[in-house]
DNA sequence: CCCCATGTTCGACA
DNA sequence: GTGTCGAACATGGG
């Protein structure tokens, strides 16, 4: 489920928690997604500790604990973060729960592809202040794509847009609305793509991303029908631009849909 | 039973 | 070493 913007949505929903103090931590160690993460000493630590802050960047998730605590969630294919009831009961993949006066922050996932951290440090942890240019950020250059494509040259566009090193927080369905804003066919080999139309490329992905963080990072606002969006899911969807029917494949290790008839670009011969 | 899933990582291979 | 690709991860839904 999770690209960026959803990402967004969900950190929103522990925002209830932001200035009250932990009381009580539950959660199963047993699960995958805590992988090297330190549980015992998130049960000891935050209790106590008061939430201050919880920010995004691409798929990636931090929350801050009394300025020194750092809980880094990732919610994978099925995650998902929620605020419960002071009554609230745990259910079987609430992995990790969080009691406040006013109720629960709880992160679920079904699918145990999530991932949690947790640092105690004054400053952000390496991982988080490692992370690659946000979308749409100063650092986050044509140029810099330009050299990227450069290195990826051998694949395919499509895989190429879905690595977070240099693209953070864009996934699957982000990738077919820019490609397809883009008029370039997923299959198009990364090298090949021309100096105008990757220009093009980038001006789509930074409006996929604000795009989406205007509908879905706010209130998970159903997009409007003009997108690819809403037509890409299922067999048989009509392209909004064309009125052909959308094809779907394996592209880039990933199921794809694209609109062959707007979708004409190829890249240039060698 | 089958196939599919908005993600990441690891290992094989060129 | 570099880059690309497919399988594996774990679970639920259609």
């Known amino acids: 489920m999770p690209e960026l913007a959803e990402v967004a949505f969900y950190k929103n929903k522990w925002m209830p928690a932001q200035g009250l103090k932990i009381k009580q931590v539950a959660l199963n160690q047993q699960v995958r997604v805590f992988r ?5 000493e998130i049960c000891t630590r935050l209790p106590g500790a008061t939430l201050t802050m919880g920010e995004t960047h691409g798929k990636q998730m931090i929350f801050l604990f009394d300025d020194r605590f750092w809980l880094g969630v990732h919610l994978g294919m099925a995650g998902r ?5 002071t009554t609230y009961k745990i259910q079987k993949h609430d992995h990790l729960c969080l009691e406040t006066d006013k109720g629960w922050a709880v992160f679920t996932d079904t699918r145990h592809f999530g991932r949690i951290r947790f640092n105690e440090s004054r400053s952000a942890p390496e991982w988080w202040a490692r992370l690659p240019p946000k979308i749409g950020s100063e650092h986050f250059t044509l140029p810099r794509m330009e050299a ?9 566009i499509k895989a190429v847009l879905l690595m977070q090193e240099q693209f ?15 008029k370039i066919h997923p299959a198009t080999t990364a090298g090949l793509i021309g100096e105008k139309k990757r220009a093009e490329l980038f001006s789509k ?4 991303e604000s795009d989406a963080m205007r509908v879905i990072g706010k ?10 969006f809403n037509h890409r ?13 959308l094809k779907r494949a394996t592209i880039g290790g990933r199921t794809t849909c694209w609109s062959p008839k707007h979708q004409t670009y190829r890249g240039l011969k060698k």
């Not at 090297?36 to 015992?40: I, R, V, Y």
């Not at 973060?81 to 009831?85: I, N, P, V």
């Not at 990227?148 to 395919?156: I, Q, T, Y």
């Not at 953070?168 to 883009?182: A, K, Y």
């Open 168 to 182: 953070p927080g864009l996934g699957n369905w982000m990738v077919d609305e820019i490609l397809w804003r883009s």
């Open 36 to 40: 090297k993460a330190p549980t015992t």
């Open 148 to 156: 990227f494509l450069r290195r990826r040259k051998g694949a395919c």
């Open 233 to 245: 899911w299922k067999d048989g969807g009509t392209c909004p631009k064309t009125g052909t029917t």
């Open 219 to 228: 209130n998970w606002g159903d997009p409007p029908d003009h997108w690819l």
């Open 81 to 85: 973060l929620s605020f419960e009831a």
């Open 205 to 208: 992905i930074l409006e996929v």
